[in-house]
């Protein structure tokens, strides 16, 4: 309904497998550098697609084993991009026998964002005081700090993940607006 389906496909199936970036301890700030080109400012699941466009574009013009090394100066592991590569394969597959057909124009920020609330209604946040997060049953959260909206705190967000460690985390995260929901 929103012609965002190669979007939210992507993003469906990056959520299904381990995170391909990679941030070694004695590399941190190396890998967040390389990561930060992904990186966008309202929505970590933005920069999910911005992940795979950029490897796609490598992966059209450069051998396995380039490609390979690409991913290693990008802290981003080239087995995880694989299993990524074959669910979206497999959600594409699904998809089309359901009858549903891709959108053939690149979806705008609102259409990708609305069609995932449709899924994470229970994870969706709002500002209360500064740096906390009140969510569904009165929860109250924190940004997860490798999130690329630490910085910004919208008021509105809607998170595929809650994280319960020592402390609550919102965890991939994007800004939304309340009229949204």
Same mark, same amino acid.
């Given at each position: 309904?929103?012609?965002?389906?190669?979007?939210?496909?992507?993003?469906?199936?990056?959520?299904?497998?381990?995170?391909?970036?990679?941030?070694?301890?004695?590399?941190?700030?190396?890998?967040?550098?390389?990561? +930060?080109?992904?990186?966008?400012?309202?929505?970590?699941?933005?920069?999910?697609?911005?992940?795979?466009?950029?490897?796609?574009?490598?992966?059209?013009?450069?051998?396995?084993?380039?490609?390979?090394?690409?991913?290693?100066?990008?802290?981003?592991?080239?087995?995880?991009?694989?299993?990524?590569?074959?669910?979206?394969?497999?959600?594409?597959?699904?998809?089309?026998?359901?009858?549903?057909?891709?959108?053939?124009? +690149?979806?705008?920020?609102?259409?990708?964002?609305?069609?995932?609330?449709?899924?994470?209604?229970?994870?969706?946040?709002?500002?209360?005081?500064?740096?906390?997060?009140?969510?569904?049953?009165?929860?109250?959260?924190?940004?997860?700090?490798?999130? &690329?909206?630490?910085?910004?705190?919208?008021?509105?967000?809607?998170?595929?993940?809650?994280?319960?460690? &020592?402390?609550?985390?919102?965890?991939?995260?994007?800004?939304?607006? +309340?009229?949204?929901?």
């Amino acid at each position: 309904d929103n012609h965002c389906l190669n979007e939210v496909s992507i993003i469906v199936a990056a959520l299904e497998v381990a995170d391909p970036r990679e941030r070694p301890l004695d590399q941190a700030q190396a890998a967040d550098e390389k990561h +930060a080109l992904f990186k966008d400012s309202r929505s970590d699941f933005a920069a999910y697609l911005n992940l795979w466009r950029a490897f796609e574009q490598q992966a059209r013009h450069l051998s396995q084993n380039k490609l390979r090394q690409w991913c290693r100066a990008h802290f981003v592991s080239y087995i995880h991009m694989r299993e990524w590569r074959d669910i979206h394969r497999q959600l594409e597959a699904q998809v089309h026998d359901m009858g549903l057909r891709s959108n053939t124009e +690149a979806a705008d920020y609102r259409s990708i964002h609305v069609a995932l609330l449709s899924g994470l209604l229970g994870n969706v946040a709002f500002l209360t005081e500064p740096g906390v997060y009140q969510g569904a049953r009165n929860l109250k959260f924190s940004l997860f700090p490798g999130s &690329g909206l630490v910085r910004n705190k919208p008021k509105w967000l809607v998170a595929a993940e809650l994280v319960e460690t &020592g402390q609550r985390y919102l965890r991939t995260v994007a800004a939304i607006e +309340a009229n949204w929901i």
